[in-house]
């Protein structure tokens, strides 16, 4: 095994992130569980980055576990498959996480019990297979990054064949508080996360494996360690705790010394950057053919009686979820569906989770820290918490005074809404919300502003047919007239002959 | 008296020199006039709808270039047309101020008697259908100008905001207290 | 939209602003009581009355707003520039001038502005200015500190404070000032710098404002608010280092006319200033670049004043001349942002190293 | 050099145009809003004072001290100093229309700006030689643009702040602009009186 230590002089140098505090456990310390079946699965089309998938069921179908009912609409897009076998009850709106609380849509499952697996085709050896023929089984089997933004995996997997990637980078960082799936997927299942990761690391043509893990996981990082040993390709990194260093960009610079260009992609610099669950994942998929159709979710929080990590069939409602961690102990003051920075606040408990789910929070009020905001008092921490170096409280008092446009030039666009300034906030401004609505804005008036030149297009395409039909309408009228007026010329003419004539 | 003279001679000849000197740069400089005008006409939606009380768009330009109408009188062309025109001439506009939301044509299919007056009025195209058929609008193309709900017999007509999905929400702006 | 949008991050530090304040006024305690200490109960009136001006000040502003008054109150930042503000009086100074200068402080350069955080100037600096242009000769009557041992007792502190130091006998002139004057008057450096013995700076047994004389004790809070990461090491620094450098190579070339670098740090509140005045939060530049500027910019000011300026003391004018800079620096010296060059352009992609094969 | 330097220093901190002065306060408060503008502001503000010095100085040489004509000073330096403008008015709209655009309404208000009249008026009373005065109007111009610059940083913080409505505009205008001058109270004396 290849090893490889961050210079000390890069740690010294780099000053971003903060460190909050990690809550990790109990649910760190424990093993993963099954969620089992809920009563109902409720499949977003959604749950992928990108297009929504399409659905290829109808209601009153059986479908078996691992059957693709939502195919991939777009390039940048995932199929969907049920996690069990059952009954398509439903297809429509249904809760969903996100910020605003509208529902998007999604399949309903009713499981039928027998959770009867679809045919899998598996691969007893999946290294052999071609570059191409790995990235097509993966998108086919539905896997997207499983770290939280649920980029769809085989997309970045295809990067090698347009691209030069020198080498596959598995986050194993999990730098947000409270969460230990991957801790706990590391732990217990290295070998897949190491096997996964070589197949990525053959599907884009990679020649080496770094897996970047957090040295407050000092178990996880002995069990990769151990797995990776036969891998000489295969390196297994300690980096330093710091938030947020699972953001890919920060992550790379920690373990190469490279900056990624702003606007530009990893790949640029010859880096393509995969979550450790995704890494499992992929194996899993081509190995025995499975798809993703469950996910390892920390549930946790102070609101409930026995967190831990469970094993869950994406499409599980979070009230499924707490009852599997022991059930509410009180009213939580938020729910959260992801980490407690970057994570998403529902309200309806029949959400279901996705595939980028990696957490389901219930935390009090105490933990969410929730009071009024006050005025700032320009204290900087903010500034020093950024990890892209923007100066997050000019950016939200411009945004404040509606300057959107002055946001942008100093730095909206780099923002990883990471969350790391609104947690140092000592007035708890909502430094975040400033962002996102910005961002909001700007892309709302772009899209109007695309609608408005269409509509600009087609207004002046009708104006000038109008234009041209009332021309023709005019030429046909004259010419009509002329040549009546000819005909009547004619005819005058003819009969003045034939008076002549007769005369 | 002499010293009136010199007084007078003096600033004379400083003020024909400076003229001359300033006439010639008058002609040497000369400028044409506003092109704004055309400018912020360009920048409309040329639906021509009138609801800003202007003859045509381009009397709505002329309008706001002069300065007797705000640049958020557009309706159809709503914030984003009002913010790009503040930002061209200069003008303060406040982004809370004009915080509409753009309005398009929605069609009641019971009431739609397929007559095609709204059809032949729209100025984008934006509504389709054919006689005694039932009539549908193009969302991408409908600027919400009102001209088909003004002359629908049947007041199938109504001006609707576009329905909020996940892809459209925005995240509100955080209502600062202190 | 029915319930309001709970945004993330989901999660918060402990620190708030008040107890940034707070803990910014127990950094204060060993300066203050030093001071205390040195000028005994006229010096606690003092500070007591200034104090009690800016916080009534900013209550009687906040009401006349129509602001909530006591959640504001209660961060304490009124409380704290009234601090500062007696800290960088004359210790016997007359009641009046703390009221007075608190009142400025807090309404003329903080509440007009909106208040807390949307001040452009230093509060404290902006009242101690005014004062200072405005009566010069309190504002310059410092009290020997040999009289400590006569001892003062409530009753004549209150009479002080109500008349005013009472005879020129009392007072003192404070070291930057008496060496302008000394050297104006043609009498060469050794001569005026006669009276300077850096072992009393240390303790604050000398001449000067209510709480600058002591700078073992400002240097002591200066290090537990770096200690708990209040302040940073940059602006302390680059303050210390924009003031000592040109004054050691000035008083290098021409020891007679300069003061050394240790006179005019240890005088005149430059350690004050470089642990509690220039780091304010609200008034400094945010980013690591701008502060930098803005220290060694205030240092440099603050020699400039006092070597050739007609003020003696340099402190409260530099302050507020780079407060005026402050905004062009946050808007310029911005930090340079992750996978762009300083400019905003993005960086190269430099790869990572070309594969084997 | 060195009297040049400190003369600069003076005309710039010491004897500021517009807070120790008083003189241009029109411009002072009306382009101060937007940093950019501001800055053009004062950069065409600088030139046109260096050539009205200069040409003040040619009037004042050529025609009123030969004539006698020294009670014409003020209404000679007007007329001059306008026609001056004009022209720089002119060229500019022709030559710099983006930055003709930017200074707006503003650049006939050059034509007003006392500072621009005092300059000249203050050399001739100094009996300033070409040099002098020409350094004068350049300092003065300098300074007049450093302390835009300032103000206009000042302000487009401000606009971002939560003035009370009370004060909001013109009036926290006015008050940062005393605590301005206040700051610059600081420089008095830093050179020996009668630089600038």
Known sequence: MAHLVIPPIRRLLTRWGIHPDARKHPAAGLDIVDAGLPPLLVLPLAQQAGAPARPIVRIGDHVLRGQCVAEAAGPISAPVHASTSGTVIAIGEAPMPHASGLPGLAITVRPDGEDRWIERAGEPYPIRLAPEEIARRVAEAGVVGMGGAAFPAAVKLALGQRSVIDTVILNGSECEPYLSCDDRLMRENAADIIEGARLIMRATGARRVLAGIEDNKPEAIDAMKVAAHPYPEVAVVRIPSRYPMGAERQLIYTLLGVEPPAGGRAADVGVVVHNVGTAAAVWRALRHGEPLIERVVTVAGGALAAPRNVRARIGTPLYWLIERAGGLTREPARMVVGGPMMGVAVSDLDTPIGKGASGVLALTSAEVGEREPSACIRCGSCVTACPVGLMPLEMANRIHAGELGQAEDIGLRDCLTCGACGYVCPSRIPLVQYFAHARGELASRERERHRLDHVRELTEARAERVEREAREKAEAHAKRKAERAAAQAKEAAAKARDEEISA | ?178 | MNSPVQASPHALTQRTSGRIMALVMVALLPATLAGFWQFGWPAFCLWLVTVASCVLAEALCLQWAGKPVAPVLADGSAALTGWLLAMSLPPWAPWWLGVLGGAFSIVLAKQVFGGMGCNVFNPAMVGRTVLLVSFPVQMTQWVSPALIAQGTDLAQAVSIGLHGVATDAMTSASLLGHVKTELGRGIDLAGAMVAFAPDQAYTGARPGSLGETSALAIVAGGLFLVFKRVIGLRIPIGYIAGLCLPAAIAHAAAPDAFMPAGAHLLSGGALLCAFFIATDYVTSPSAPFGQWIYAVGAGLLTWLIRTWGGYPEGVAFAILLMNAATPLLDLWARPRIFGRRVGGKPLAARRVQEPLR | MRDVLMTLIGLVLVNNVVLVRFLGLCPFMGVSKKIDSAFGMGLATTFVMTLSAMAAWALEHALLQPFGLGYLRILAYIVVIAAVVQFVEMAMHKTLPDLHRVLGIYLPLITTNCAVLGIPLLNAQAGHGLGMSVLGGFGSGAGFTLVMILFAGLRERLALMRVPQTFAGPPVAFITASLLALAFMGFTGLVPAGGG
């Open chain 2, 1 to 178: 008296m002499e010293q009136m003279i010199t007084a007078v001679m003096s600033l004379t000849a400083i003020g024909s020199g400076l003229g001359i000197v300033l006439g010639v740069a008058a002609r040497r400089f000369a400028v044409e006039g506003d092109s704004r005008v055309k400018e912020v006409e360009d920048m409309l939606p040329a639906a021509n709808c009138g609801q800003c009380g202007f003859p045509g768009c381009a009397g709505a330009a002329e309008a706001i270039v002069a300065g007797t109408a705000s640049p958020t009188c557009c309706p159809p062309g709503g914030k984003v047309v009002a913010l790009a025109i503040a930002e061209h001439l200069g003008i303060a506009l406040d982004a809370d101020e004009v915080d509409d939301v753009p309005l398009i044509a929605v069609i009641e299919d019971a009431l739609c008697i397929g007559c095609t007056k709204c059809y032949r009025l729209c100025p984008s195209d934006a509504i389709i259908g054919a006689m005694k058929q039932l009539h549908g609008v193009f969302e991408d193309a409908c600027t919400g100008c009102n001209q088909c709900a003004e002359k629908c017999p049947t007041g199938a007509i109504t001006m609707q905001p576009l329905p909020l999905t996940v892809g459209t929400w925005v995240m509100p702006k955080p209502a600062l207290a202190a």
